[in-house]
T-cell receptor, first 114, second 113 residues
Framework: GQQLNQSPQSMFIQEGEDVSMNCTSSSIFNTWLWYKQEPGEGPVLLIALYKAGELTSNGRLTAQFGITRKDSFLNISASIPSDVGIYFCAGHTESGAGSYQLTFGKGTKLSVIP | DGGITQSPKYLFRKEGQNVTLSCEQNLNHDAMYWYRQDPGQGLRLIYYSQIVNDFQKGDIAEGYSVSREKKESFPLTVTSAQKNPTAFYLC????????????FGPGTRLTVL
């Protein structure tokens, strides 16, 4: 199946620092989604991207759909302790048969040091 | 309050027993999904259903079964044929349109003793 390479696997940052993480694939994606998961809970949608080059913000979060349609990044500005969690990228590939299925990255675990 | 509910939150079972995980949504979504999550791993699709009375196998369907008799409900049965069932199970739903967004429930943690 399709694979998404998400990096870094984990990050330790100081409160107030900016964070950047990304997802890449060898395949073209039609949608990029970014989710956050807190321990013992289900993922919560943060940002959805639908067009190549699209740049979307949600508060301190900004995500971009790469122009090649094979990558996406998520930035978090001025991190705070409640940003702790695992951030997953996900996307829909181009084929019609797969359009209902999401492919997920393995996640970036973010730890914020107060 | 619209959303997806999963029950129970924690579930323990003995080896050799079947167990059913509940998933209900009141979002009027057509499509529903079951994922399995293991530590340090992404989400792997078990089964999905795009419409009532129809469902499709995902990437890791062996040892699992589902039904979709009602639009709101998509229960997952973990059978004794599943060799390594201890995991975190997530249910999701979506409108069922092309490239739509999936929304997740809170999850059920299944532990086999």
């Amino acid at each position: 199946g399709q694979q998404l390479n998400q990096s870094p696997q984990s990050m330790f940052i100081q409160e107030g620092e900016d964070v950047s993480m990304n997802c890449t694939s060898s395949s073209i994606f039609n949608t990029w989604l970014w989710y956050k998961q807190e321990p013992g809970e289900g993922p919560v949608l943060l940002i959805a991207l639908y067009k190549a080059g699209e740049l979307t913000s949600n508060g301190r979060l900004t995500a971009q759909f790469g122009i090649t349609r094979k990558d996406s990044f998520l930035n978090i500005s001025a991190s705070i302790p409640s940003d702790v969690g695992i951030y997953f990228c996900a996307g829909h590939t181009e084929s019609g048969a797969g359009s209902y299925q999401l492919t997920f990255g393995k996640g970036t675990k973010l730890s914020v040091i107060p | 309050d619209g959303g997806i509910t999963q029950s129970p939150k924690y579930l323990f079972r003995k080896e050799g027993q079947n167990v059913t995980l509940s998933c209900e949504q009141n979002l009027n979504h057509d499509a529903m999904y079951w994922y399995r999550q293991d530590p340090g791993q992404g989400l792997r699709l078990i089964y999905y259903s795009q419409i009532v009375n129809d469902f499709q196998k995902g990437d890791i369907a062996e040892g699992y079964s589902v039904s979709r008799e009602k639009k709101e409900s998509f229960p997952l049965t973990v059978t004794s044929a599943q060799k390594n069932p201890t995991a975190f199970y997530l249910c999701a739903s979506s409108m069922g349109t092309y490239r739509d967004t999936q929304y997740f429930g809170p999850g059920t943690r299944l532990t086999v003793l």
